[in-house]
């Protein structure tokens, strides 16, 4: 089946497409929970095979994503342990944002943009579970941004030259200066923050972050990734914010790589609507 044939077919029975693009997601899904949980501790993410906290194996019908949680109701049955109901949720947003790409982005786009949103989810995840984000997702986002600015120039909705070499060097250059773009963004953001603060802003995991976000999307995706992420991040931590005008409470940091992948992921799908609603706005 070519990509032609595949797109008929999707069109043909978005049902059945939308099914098993989902069950794609949710065993993708499934790997990057070993990812969030192993990537952090430097522990290898292929061997030794899935197991529970106290060492046992998991059974494989224990394995099958989501229903293997929801099987076990959250418990695990060697040992009675609590499963965190992350991994579930993982598997779903995987499975959720796979369809949402083939539904509404071209194949090719698509494609990538599971690549793309997966690597942004190991980088959130870790960030949420261990305040801790570590470097080979991050720079691999940046090295496969660059890979598929070069093999798909559609990417970066290159299509218009008859050319193909045209169309591959000025997509190389979108991403090339999305990179630049998102890492001096950052880095002076950064800088100049962390003057006023008197203690470090962001990491440089954030700066790597946006690059990979600008090697991806361009430098408009890096700033919005770095600006949107920043109005996402008070809105989630609003309650908490607030919570600062009561009674006092230690401060706690707030891991800023999860707002920085839902803007990335919103910009992926929806960039130039994005433009234009906010042209829209500021104009009327
Ligand atoms: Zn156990």
Same mark, same amino acid.
């Given at each position: 089946m070519n990509l032609i044939d595949f797109q008929i077919f999707m069109a043909l029975h978005p049902n059945i497409t939308a099914v098993f693009i989902g069950a794609i997601g949710a065993c993708v899904g499934s790997f990057l929970n070993v990812c969030i949980h192993r990537l952090p501790k430097g522990e *290898?993410?292929? *061997?030794?095979?899935s197991h529970c906290a106290c060492g046992q194996r998991i059974p494989v019908w224990f394995n099958v994503p989501l229903f293997g949680w929801l099987l076990l109701r959250g418990w695990a049955? +060697? +040992?009675?342990a609590t499963i965190s109901v992350q991994y579930p949720l993982v598997e779903l947003i995987t499975a959720l944002l796979f369809v949402t790409a083939f539904l509404i982005l071209s194949p090719v786009k698509a494609a990538i943009g599971c690549v793309f949103l997966s690597l942004l989810i190991i980088l959130a995840g870790c960030d949420m579970q261990d305040m801790l984000v570590p470097d080979a997702p991050n720079f691999l986002l940046v090295g496969l941004g660059l890979f598929f600015s070069v093999v798909a120039p559609s990417l970066h909705g290159?299509?218009? *030259?008859?050319?193909e070499i045209i169309n591959r060097i000025n997509s190389v250059t979108d991403s090339l200066v999305g990179i630049a773009v998102g890492t001096a963004l950052v880095w002076w953001i950064r800088t100049i923050a962390s003057v006023i603060m008197g203690? #470090?802003?962001?990491? #440089?995991a954030d700066i790597i972050l946006c690059a990979g976000v600008g090697a991806f999307c361009g430098w408009e995706g890096a700033l919005f990734c770095l600006f949107g992420g920043s109005v996402i991040g008070v809105i989630i931590k609003l309650p908490s914010v607030l919570a600062l005008f009561g009674p006092k409470k230690e401060s706690e940091s707030v891991p800023f790589v999860p707002s920085m992948a839902i803007a990335a992921a919103l910009w992926f799908f929806r960039g130039p609507e994005l433009i234009t609603a906010w042209h829209l706005w500021v104009n009327s």
């Open positions: *290898s993410i292929i *061997s030794p095979p049955k +060697c +040992c009675g290159e299509t218009t *030259s008859g050319l203690q #470090e802003a962001m990491g #440089e």
